[in-house]
């Protein structure tokens, strides 16, 4: 499906090319559907290989573990994308927990565990493409 998209995005590269070469007006309707083809799938596959949050949470590193520990509270299905130095990523399943909830948390336990920044925010499609391609990787050996 990864391929039929890139396969796709290629050619509506070259019929916008085409077009602002060309001015034709015929073929303005081709690239809209296009358009909208690719951000349909691009949708489909977000939701399919989404389906959670991305917490970042940057403290000391003396810290990491109780951090790690509140995380767990909020959402035991969540995974540890990774921790450097004082700064960890989790995926968050959305199913676990809600962002009043995250939000409640983090802010009472910003003292104690001495979090200097943090943020929460919904999958890219950058990781929707990373997780593809290890999938693919993974089936490849």
Not at 79 to 90: D, E, H, P
Not at 100 to 114: E, M
Request: aromatic fraction near 10%.
């Amino acid at each position: 499906m990864l391929k039929h998209i890139l396969w796709r995005r290629q050619k509506l590269s070259a019929i916008v090319l085409e077009f602002s070469l060309t001015g034709s007006s015929k073929s303005l309707e081709t690239p809209r559907r296009c358009v909208e083809w690719c951000f349909h799938w691009l949708g489909k596959l977000t939701s399919r290989y989404g389906g959670f949050l991305l917490l970042t949470v940057t403290g000391e590193e003396s810290t990491a573990v109780a951090v790690r520990d509140v995380v767990k509270e909020l959402s035991p299905n969540c995974r540890i994308v990774y921790a450097l130095g004082g700064t960890q990523k989790f995926e968050v399943p959305v199913e676990d927990t809600s962002l009043d909830v995250v939000f409640q948390r983090l802010t009472a336990s910003k003292d104690n565990l001495k979090i200097r920044d943090w943020g929460i925010a919904n999958t890219t499609l950058e990781e929707v493409f990373i997780k593809i391609a290890r999938t693919e990787e993974i089936s490849a050996w």
